[in-house]
């Protein structure tokens, strides 16, 4: 079993709508949660980052983790064509060995 | 925007070529990664380093090696390339944002191996 599962999709959605994104973990010791943006061909690009359980929201994107369940989302609301990308999730152990680890990424499409 | 920077963005070669991927950073970040990334596949880290003259080798077992004689600067190298070895290869590096590194990527470096 993967320490990060999220479901690859892919998820196609109509302008306008709300997304929701997940991914789950099994590793307790996460404490940093972050998602990324990857555009085809591009490198992925930080969206937003999270400590600990609760919410986080920039603009469009809300970030929620739920350490109790082990489960993290990002909302993006009133989506648009320009969304359409792969959205990674990642997380780090709070251990000596900080490295991220990396969700598969979920395919998003926005319809106009 | 992040101000890191990889060489050549895309690369066709034969087989049993000896080719290196540059990769550069202006910001002045200790630590800096390599990651391989298959199409509509997770990214799988293969090399990464701490600082000057450190570097590990990463989850993925990779047949490349890397460099780090600056920080700006982590080359990776294959001495003899394969067509296993196509893939898109990614670079990154990382500073504390809060109490945690936040990696920043370049742009990729797409290489097919014929």
């Known amino acids: 079993q993967k320490e990060v599962e999220q479901d690859p999709g892919p998820l196609s959605v109509p302008e306008g709508a709300i997304v929701s994104l997940n991914c789950t973990y099994s590793?307790?010791?996460?404490?940093?949660f972050m998602w990324y943006r990857q555009y085809s061909r591009k490198g992925p690009e930080l969206l937003m980052y999270?400590?600990s359980s609760g919410n986080k929201e920039d603009g469009r994107f809300t970030a929620q983790v739920d350490k109790s369940s082990k489960y993290i989302s990002l909302f993006i609301r009133d989506s648009q064509p320009s969304d359409s990308a792969t959205y990674l999730c990642?997380?780090?152990?709070?251990?000596?060995?900080?490295?991220?680890?990396w969700g598969l990424g979920t395919s998003l499409a926005v319809n106009p | 925007e992040a101000d890191i920077y990889q060489t050549p963005r895309y690369l066709v070669i034969g087989t049993g070529k000896k080719i290196t991927l540059e990769c550069s950073q202006t910001?002045?970040?200790?630590?800096m990664y390599w990651y391989q990334q298959d199409p509509g596949m997770e990214l799988h880290l293969i090399h990464y380093?701490?600082?000057?003259?450190?570097?590990e080798k990463g989850d993925l077992s990779s047949e490349s090696t890397v460099s780090r004689i600056r920080t700006e600067h982590f080359p990776l190298t294959l001495e003899s390339a394969r067509p296993s070895h196509t893939s898109q290869y990614l670079c990154?590096?990382?500073?504390?944002?809060?109490?945690?590194?936040?990696?920043?990527f370049g742009p990729g470096t797409r290489l097919t191996v014929l």
């Open positions: 380093s701490y600082g000057v003259n450190s570097t």
């Open positions: 990642a997380m780090i152990n709070a251990g000596n060995n900080r490295k991220l680890i």
């Open positions: 590793n307790s010791a996460f404490q940093y």
């Open positions: 910001m002045g970040h200790d630590k």
């Open positions: 999270t400590y």
């Open positions: 990154a590096s990382s500073e504390l944002v809060g109490s945690t590194d936040t990696q920043y």
